[in-house]
């Protein structure tokens, strides 16, 4: 593992990564030659390719048991991490701090050491807080991300390579977010399982964060003019088409989620503790004004989510669900509502530009309901209590919307980014067989040693699928006629149309079984927001 050759040591790094997963698992980890290695290369090693080896290796080991079915895993994990404790909490600071933007006199091969290591560490840092985020393990070292934040930042204003600013600033917002090591499938059989100091280390991030922006951070941050990505920065990048967005988005999450996660916390302690978010997302609208927003015809301020966000669907509508918690915590406080659009956070232009971006399309907002890729179910609810209570609210949010227009003549353009086949659309994975095609089923059925239990979730999958087409299809006689009403109605009236739609297919599904949980209270609001908007709007189109 200390081979200078990368190949021969990652094979190496494999090579241990199993045994040692295997002596931990069976013997608690009673050989003591390996952790020697890992503390002696931790504590004295410098940058260099047995340090980014032996990283790699824990971190393929820390997954690895992360994925055994063993009823003492977290015993075996929390051995492991108390072993190498003293020796991990070490090379963090090292590692970290010796990022410094100002740094001019180190050559440029200890420069790539050092961003190998730094990305290798960052890899590591990441499953350790999955582990705790998805099994509720938590030691100091898991700790490192949280209360040493401002290093986690300080890279990314570094002279360092694109792609490893691009890790610590992805690496902030999972955790932020709470998406650290979903990607690995850490997710998908486990519930989040919350330590007592969670809640306390989420704020301290998120409080480092803030006191960085407030400090200037956004203004220093550069973004490259042209995306990288694997630490090249040749790309093709056509005329007025944003820069990295990868690294805006991030951006972007990281700040607004720390003021969710302040200002909830300020909400307990009282009302002289609140938090005004105005500065911050007005520093943030400035930041993307310098790269991204001078770039494009629409000069709403709310319009900067889809701007931002067009190509991530669940960044997307995380982003929209917590603004909507930041709109009404100002709210709270000074109940200004019209002002929220001039820091760009008012919910209901969000919700209005989101479903124009969608064509007012209804069967997307179904495909975002049904699929478990993003957070639109917990979104959509949020939304619509505060729809249902404040209709006139969205009334005024359309009409400044076409105002804005009107004022720069600007042609509304459909998104593109959902001309796709249904079953891509939203990330809902594609039918594994083509129930069109019974060669394709039979061999399916030859394959699959669970058919029957797999086959029964296909088939009512497949039935809502051929549901919704049967309901788009039966619309199709009428289309031109609803089309040239709607573009009548102006935007609350092409609102109240899609919601009322929704509810339509949703209430067919649903009395037929076909709906994949109990949409009842979904249902129960976008009736009451549907009576609302008829009220207001009585020449709206009404179904049936």
């Not at 108390?82 to 991990?88: H, K, Y």
């Amino acid at each position: 593992m200390n081979c200078q050759d990368r190949m021969l040591s990652h094979l190496a790094a494999k090579c241990m990564a199993s045994f040692v997963i295997y002596d931990v698992s069976n013997n608690i980890g009673s050989n003591h030659m390996w952790k020697t290695a890992f503390t002696e290369t931790f504590q004295s090693t410098a940058p260099s390719s047995a340090l980014d080896t032996h990283l790699w290796a824990l971190t393929e080991i820390i997954k690895g048991i992360l994925k055994l079915d063993y009823v003492n895993k977290r015993e075996i994990l929390m051995k492991l991490l108390a072993d190498l404790e003293s020796s991990i909490s070490s090379l963090y600071p090292r590692l970290l701090f010796q990022v410094n933007p100002k740094q001019t006199y180190v050559s440029r091969n200890d420069t790539v050491e050092l961003e190998l290591s730094v990305c290798a560490l960052l890899d590591l840092v990441e499953v350790l807080n999955a582990a705790r985020l998805w099994h509720g393990l938590c030691s100091f070292i898991q700790r490192l991300a949280f209360l040493q934040t401002s290093a986690l930042l300080h890279v990314t204003l570094s002279d360092m390579k694109e792609f490893v600013k691009k890790r610590a600033l992805l690496l902030l917002k999972r955790i932020l977010i709470q998406k650290a090591g979903e990607e690995w499938g850490f997710g998908e059989s486990h519930s989040k399982e919350r330590d007592e100091e969670y809640s306390t280390d989420l704020l301290m991030m998120a409080n480092a964060v803030l006191q960085e922006v407030e400090a200037g951070w956004l203004r220093k941050f550069h973004i490259k003019t042209r995306a990288s990505f694997f630490g090249g920065n040749k790309v093709n990048v056509s005329d007025g088409e944003m820069t990295d967005a990868v690294m805006l988005r991030a951006v972007s999450l990281i700040l607004i989620k720390s003021l969710e996660i302040k200002t909830r916390h300020g909400s307990t302690q009282g009302a002289h503790r609140a938090l005004d978010v105005y500065p911050y997302l007005k520093e943030l609208l400035g930041f993307l004004q310098q790269h991204v927003l001078h770039r494009k015809v629409d000069t709403h301020p709310c319009s900067w989510i889809l701007v931002v966000f067009v190509d991530q669907d669940d960044d997307l509508i995380e982003s929209a669900k917590v603004l909507i918690t930041l709109y009404l915590h100002q709210r709270s406080l000074s109940s200004s509502e019209p002002a929220a659009c001039e820091w760009g956070c008012n919910p209901h232009c969000h919700f209005t530009l989101l479903l124009r971006s969608l064509s007012f399309d209804h069967t997307v907002l179904l495909d975002f309901l049904i699929s478990d890729e993003t957070c639109f179910l917990e979104y959509c609810v949020l939304y619509l209590k505060h729809l249902r209570d404040h209709w006139q609210d969205l009334c005024n949010a359309c009409c400044r919307i076409e105002s804005s227009e009107a004022e720069t003549h600007v042609i509304p353009v459909v998104s593109q980014r959902f001309d796709c086949p249904q079953s891509k659309i939203a990330g809902l994975r594609p039918s594994l067989v083509d129930y069109e095609c019974s060669e394709d089923s039979e061999d399916e059925e030859r394959s699959m040693p669970n058919f029957q239990m797999r086959k029964n979730a296909e088939e009512q999958e497949a039935e809502i699928n051929m549901r919704k087409a049967e309901l788009t299809a039966s619309r199709a006689a009428d289309t031109l006629e609803k089309m040239s009403m709607l573009f009548t109605e102006g935007l609350s009236g092409k609102v109240i149309l899609c919601l009322t739609e929704l509810r339509t297919v949703i209430s067919r599904l649903h009395s037929r079984g076909l709906f994949p949980y109990n949409p009842s209270s979904l249902l129960k609001l976008l009736l009451a927001v549907e009576s609302k908007g008829q009220l207001e709007n009585p020449t709206s189109l009404q179904l049936k």
